[in-house]
């Protein structure tokens, strides 16, 4: 889904998701699935007068024709990305949707918390239903996914997976009845392409599992969108939103990881790695058929998937075989597992042997 008009765009850079303190050390070029950016709004400088007389203290003359650099105001990024937000939750379907709340989550990537204006019987509404993530490019900021606030938590697919038809989805989710659209858009200038919509049941007044499958029709295109509304029970458009960015299947050999190596090493007699201190974990992957591989951390216990952190993407294999991730970790305690992903034009393919320990 493009803010304004969505195209696929080659975003070079590096998207580096924290745990805690943490920084992902990121090998990447250009990534084919990131949408187009919205441009920030320009802004009116105003010139300083240019007549001034220098202070005592300060001899150097001053150039009546030079200006100093304009700044911008301090709230443009804010601005900006509650802009991008907003137009993004309004092509999903939100009817006057309100950017709530900023915070930013790293150098160039943020959140932005969202609601519709009003709800039934144009009751006025003040509580953030959808939060909308994004990152900074040079173009501007660009949604790289939403979560709808207590309502569904998507466990598949993963954002930037390659999915196929049907494409699995699972997850939790509480709506009205229990029910949860779920639709598969293709990038598109203008209003997306719908390739295909379905629904699946999870709880009606708490949190419940979901599970289903969602055939779509095959896409021209490499990239769009899984997305997932529940059901409000009126006709007041979309309410909330959980959209996970997806890439699609244009190849007939799926991705394969043949081997995977991590420094520091697993105990000899098991697959787990313990870590001290701060320092570096690198994972070193041999694979088939993949064009990137990334790498996230999972939190121990059941259901806990969509909580991952990405640790560090690699785009740039040496020899189309041999891929690493390497990650700064902090001094800090956790107990998890990694789960590494390998994206192809034929697919994803995951691992997730490998525990990590830190006391």
Request: net charge neutral.
């Amino acid at each position: 889904m493009r803010p304004a008009h969505i195209r696929l765009a080659a975003a070079a850079g590096v998207l580096a998701v924290g745990i805690g303190v943490a920084t992902a050390l990121v090998v990447g070029r250009d990534d084919p699935g990131q949408p187009v950016a919205v441009a920030s709004p320009t802004t009116t400088s105003v010139v300083p007068d240019s007549k001034l007389t220098p202070s005592p203290d300060n001899q150097r003359t001053t150039d009546p024709t030079t200006a100093p650099a304009p700044r911008p105001p301090a709230d443009q990024p804010e601005r900006a990305a509650k802009a991008a937000a907003a137009g993004f939750m309004r092509e999903l379907g939100m009817r006057d949707p309100v950017a709530a709340s900023y915070r930013a989550t790293g150098a160039a990537t943020a959140e932005v918390g969202i609601h519709p204006r009003a709800g039934e019987g144009g009751r006025l509404l003040d509580t953030i239903t959808t939060t909308v993530q994004l990152h900074r490019y040079t173009n501007g900021w660009v949604p790289t996914g939403a979560k709808a606030v207590g309502a569904i938590e998507a466990d598949e697919p993963l954002p930037f997976a390659r999915i196929a038809s049907p494409v699995p989805v699972s997850g939790l989710s509480v709506a009205y009845e229990g029910t949860v659209h779920v639709t598969v858009t293709e990038d598109r200038r203008g209003a997306d392409r719908v390739l295909g919509r379905s629904f699946v049941n999870g709880g009606a007044d708490a949190l419940a599992p979901f599970h289903g499958q969602v055939p779509f029709s095959r896409p021209t295109g490499d990239a769009g969108w899984v997305v997932f509304t529940p059901d409000s029970g009126a006709d007041l458009g979309v309410f909330s939103a959980t959209a996970v960015r997806v890439r699609f299947v244009n190849s007939d050999h799926a991705p394969q990881i043949l081997g995977v190596v991590t420094d520091p090493r697993p105990a000899a007699s098991s697959q787990l790695v313990t870590l001290t201190g701060s320092g570096t974990l690198t994972v070193s992957v041999k694979g088939f058929a993949i064009e990137e591989l990334r790498v996230l951390l999972v939190p121990a216990g059941t259901g806990n998937r969509p909580n991952a952190k990405l640790i560090g993407v690699d785009r740039t294999s040496e020899n189309g075989e041999r891929w690493s991730v390497s990650w700064r970790y902090p001094d800090e305690s956790f107990h998890g597992h990694l789960l590494i992903q390998a994206n192809g034009r034929g697919g994803t393919v995951e691992h997730d042997g490998i525990a990590v320990y830190h006391a």
